[in-house]
């Protein structure tokens, strides 16, 4: 009995932790690391659609590979999982969010390593990205997003905007300014950031935000996306429109991208550097095309106007 448990615990273990062509074993091609900072659907998407994309490509030419995903759950400890990725020596490291790709930028000059889900490649390394670096960015027209809020509220050069996000993720610092600044050439001075270190801040936080705006913005930020919920209920109680980078269900409009999308691009840029037909200095980083989205019933619950287009 004792050895049957042992055998199915080993197959659990190697069917969470392993992806491959054909099946969970040594002998595949090549070997991948996931770093995902955080489980939330977007994140999840991305790492999904990543996923898909490198098995199809590489079955096509006929290899396989070894997915190990890991999810550290904490900043501080993506460091931990891509220098483990590193002893290991795998082909090639998935970095999904900004802290994954800092840490595995900084753990690997030599091991590719692409992004996903990260914002702004440039600003992440100061200009200078690693030549062992590239990958796919989530980042929409923040012009876009606010003229769309702008427009769809009815926002005047009185309004107060409220920006939730993270202080901890530098992502999202990139996201306030760009919106603001925006905001900014039509008048709409009074932006407000309303940061937060740690979830347990996050209610209070909110509340404030509720209270001293006349419509909330939320960047592609991934506490707040993980703990958006909170976010809804209060704003919600309050009648306060929140507007967010990313598809939510809080949200009354978005103008937002599909993850599942941006982790297959990736994906397909992982097959060709596995496969010696590209490195990372080879490739630039992707964008793709955001979509409109409406949330029609949290429209009406305010009073918002969809667009007929």
Same mark, same amino acid.
Do not use: R, W
């Given at each position: 009995?004792?050895? @049957?448990?042992?055998?199915?615990?080993?197959?659990?273990?190697?069917?969470?932790?392993?992806?491959?062509?054909?099946?969970?074993?040594?002998?595949?091609?090549?070997?991948? +690391?996931?770093?995902?900072?955080?489980?939330?659907?977007?994140?999840?998407?991305?790492?999904? +659609?990543?996923?898909?994309?490198?098995?199809?490509?590489?079955?096509?030419?006929?290899?396989?590979?070894?997915?190990?995903?890991?999810?550290?759950?904490?900043?501080?400890?993506?460091?931990?999982?891509?220098?483990?990725?590193?002893?290991?020596?795998?082909?090639?490291?998935?970095?999904?969010?900004?802290?994954?790709?800092?840490?595995?930028?900084?753990?690997?000059?030599?091991?590719?390593?692409?992004?996903?889900?990260?914002?702004?490649?440039?600003?992440?390394?100061?200009?200078?990205?690693?030549?062992?670096?590239?990958?796919?960015?989530?980042?929409?027209?923040?012009?876009?997003?606010?003229?769309?809020?702008?427009?769809?509220? +009815?926002?005047?050069?009185?309004?107060?905007?409220?920006?939730?996000?993270?202080?901890?993720?530098?992502?999202?610092?990139?996201?306030?300014?760009?919106?603001?600044?925006?905001?900014?050439?039509?008048? @709409?001075?009074?932006?407000?950031?309303?940061?937060?270190?740690?979830?347990?801040?996050?209610?209070?936080?909110?509340?404030?935000?509720?209270?001293?705006?006349?419509?909330?913005?939320?960047?592609?930020?991934?506490?707040?996306?993980?703990?958006?919920?909170?976010?809804?209920?209060?704003?919600?109680?309050?009648?306060?429109?929140?507007?967010?980078?990313?598809?939510?269900?809080?949200?009354? &409009?978005?103008?937002?991208?599909?993850?599942?999308?941006?982790?297959?691009?990736?994906?397909?840029? &992982?097959?060709?550097?596995?496969?010696?037909?590209?490195?990372?200095?080879?490739?630039?980083?992707?964008? @793709?095309?955001?979509?409109?989205?409406?949330?029609?019933?949290?429209?009406?619950?305010?009073? @918002?106007?969809?667009?007929?287009?």
């Amino acid at each position: 009995m004792k050895k @049957i448990i042992s055998l199915v615990l080993a197959l659990v273990m190697c069917l969470g932790t392993c992806v491959a062509v054909t099946s969970c074993s040594s002998d595949a091609d090549y070997t991948v +690391g996931v770093c995902q900072l955080m489980a939330h659907e977007s994140l999840d998407q991305a790492t999904k +659609g990543f996923k898909d994309a490198i098995v199809a490509e590489l079955e096509k030419a006929g290899k396989t590979v070894d997915i190990d995903v890991q999810i550290p759950a904490d900043m501080s400890l993506c460091s931990t999982v891509v220098d483990s990725f590193v002893s290991k020596d795998v082909d090639l490291i998935l970095a999904n969010a900004t802290p994954a790709l800092t840490a595995a930028a900084y753990a690997t000059t030599t091991i590719p390593v692409l992004g996903t889900s990260v914002t702004d490649y440039e600003s992440t390394f100061s200009g200078n990205v690693p030549a062992n670096v590239s990958g796919t960015s989530d980042a929409v027209p923040f012009d876009e997003q606010a003229q769309m809020m702008i427009d769809t509220l +009815g926002l005047t050069t009185a309004s107060k905007v409220g920006v939730i996000y993270c202080a901890n993720e530098s992502n999202s610092l990139i996201q306030f300014n760009a919106v603001k600044d925006y905001f900014a050439t039509k008048g @709409i001075t009074n932006v407000t950031a309303y940061t937060f270190s740690n979830t347990n801040e996050l209610q209070a936080v909110v509340t404030s935000a509720a209270a001293a705006s006349d419509a909330i913005y939320i960047p592609s930020d991934n506490t707040v996306a993980n703990n958006d919920t909170i976010v809804g209920t209060i704003c919600s109680e309050q009648n306060i429109p929140v507007y967010t980078s990313y598809a939510s269900a809080i949200c009354y &409009a978005s103008l937002a991208i599909d993850y599942y999308q941006l982790g297959y691009e990736t994906g397909k840029m &992982a097959a060709e550097i596995l496969l010696g037909n590209k490195t990372p200095a080879d490739i630039e980083v992707m964008t @793709i095309t955001p979509t409109v989205v409406y949330n029609e019933e949290i429209c009406e619950s305010l009073g @918002i106007t969809v667009p007929e287009n």
